[in-house]
């Protein structure tokens, strides 16, 4: 079996290149292509693989098969020796990307021996796992000041290959058990990692990295960043974000904290005197209610369907009905789906919760309570006034 010459190993400009087939085999409705030279990269190490085309062909995938580059295409190209072309703009973003990831994990190395325990380069920004919880904002600006000064700095990115024996006498940030030839990033007098990545050539073509926000996870912190072009498009975001939401509250994008707590407490203020005065509308409506209920067997039935806005002030007459002495209180709220509340004065004759559980079981929905105060939904609105019948029978 020939092996796949790696030609991003040495280049990882090389957008065009010639290459011979070697083999193609069927892969279900696709083929696996196989090259006797290939620049593109392989999905590995947490770098998404490369598109582009083979003979004009869109290729799919590439996959990594140890000694082999398998690219995943619709057909076969035609012809032994073929011209094949990267997609650059996604592999000039993946190198942003990854070399940006590289600079910002020595960063926090550098800082507070924050090892990096794992990397993913997504589609639209990459993370890294830390092998700490204990991190802070004070740690991520520190390492995103550090990272982005050594940018700035425009140093050179160096491809290096070393035999096994060689690297494992280097100071690299991970040790490697790699046997045979490594290759070897080196950024001058910052970083030194092993990587079959692609990368930019100086760290200025990174552009900057943004520290986007990170979580604490068990034993481990994960931050998501952005490089490069992802950078750019994310501040444009967030000054397109900010500049609209400034519009909305009247004011300056600087402003906007003191703009919206203030309208946060006004909201809070203004929820609690709405939830006073449902409270309040409802206890005199359920002594209107209670008043024009029907009796039956010595107890007060009231029975009505609510709109559904009204839902908050269904459930507070249910309750303020309960605190009327021998009252059944059965109400539907409509809505899709809708809802009913069963509810009765204390020490009542009937289960509320077993009542709604067979008139669930009968007309659809589920739910469920205790003896005096039962919910459910799921119910079919049009099922609501035969709900309550069945209900009001069940007593």
Known sequence: MQTTERLYYRDCYLREFEAEVLATEPDGKAFRVYLDRSAFYPDSGGQPGDHGTIAGIPVLEVIDEGERVAHIMERPPGGRRVSAQIDWARRFDHMQQHTGQHILSAAF????????????????????????DRLGRRQLEEAEELANRVIFEDREVHILFKSGAEASQMSLRKPTEREGEVRVIEIPEFDLSACGGTHVSRTGAVGAVLVRKFERLKGLTRVEFVCGRRALAAARNDFEVLSDAARLFSGAAENLPTLITKQSDELKAALKAREKLIKRIAEYSAVELHAAAPEVKGRKIVRRIYAGEDAEEAKAIAH????????????????????????????????????????????????????????????????????????????
């Open 109 to 132: 190395e550098q800082i507070d021996n924050y090892g990096t325990v794992s990397f993913h380069l997504g589609s639209a920004t990459s993370t890294i796992d830390l092998d700490s």
């Open 320 to 395: 303020a009905l309960a605190r009327q002495p021998a009252t059944v209180t059965l109400l539907g709220v409509q809505g899709k789906p809708a809802a009913l509340i069963f509810a009765q004065a204390a020490g009542g004759a009937s289960d509320m919760g077993r009542i709604l559980k067979q008139t669930v079981a009968q007309v659809g929905g589920k739910g469920g309570g205790a003896r005096d105060f039962a919910q459910g939904g799921g119910v079919e609105e049009t099922r609501l006034e035969e709900a309550l019948t069945l209900a009001e029978s069940l007593l």
